[in-house]
């Protein structure tokens, strides 16, 4: 039981940096594994990175490895999605996602989402 809430998506140039905010209730945040997904315009949503519970594992998808860096604060129930060197393509909502579970690149085995929040990219 947890929800998702994300913040601190905007609009940004090319080469930028934004950090993603992702707040979730309660005190049971530091169960779960969490992952980020996001979705564009007319596409699927895809996997973007998740990372282990205790933080130890970390998956990044091919797209955004390098770029982007996932973190997780449990005092304060919040994950992070640091994204740097942003590109055009990674324009997109960004939804964080939790799961019972290892971490999982299939937004199905995904249990909680939050509401998203854009990030756009411009040239």
């Known amino acids: 039981q947890v929800q998702l809430v994300e913040s601190g998506g905007g609009l940004v140039q090319a080469g930028g940096s934004l950090r993603l905010s992702c707040a979730a209730s309660?005190?049971?945040?530091?169960?779960?594994?969490m992952g980020w997904f996001r979705q564009a315009p007319g596409k699927e949503r895809e996997f973007v990175a998740a990372?282990?519970?205790?933080?130890?594992?970390?998956h990044y998808a091919d797209s955004v490895k390098g770029r982007f860096t996932v973190s997780r604060d449990n005092g304060k129930n919040t994950v992070y999605l640091q994204m740097n060197s942003l590109k055009p393509e990674d324009t997109a909502g960004y939804y964080c996602?939790?799961?019972?579970?290892?971490?999982?690149?299939?937004?199905?085995?995904?249990?909680?989402w939050g509401q998203g929040t854009q990030v756009t990219v411009s040239s």
């Open positions: 996602a939790a799961r019972n579970g290892l971490t999982s690149t299939n937004q199905y085995e995904y249990d909680y």
């Open positions: 309660g005190r049971t945040f530091s169960s779960y594994t």
């Open positions: 990372f282990s519970r205790s933080g130890g594992y970390t």
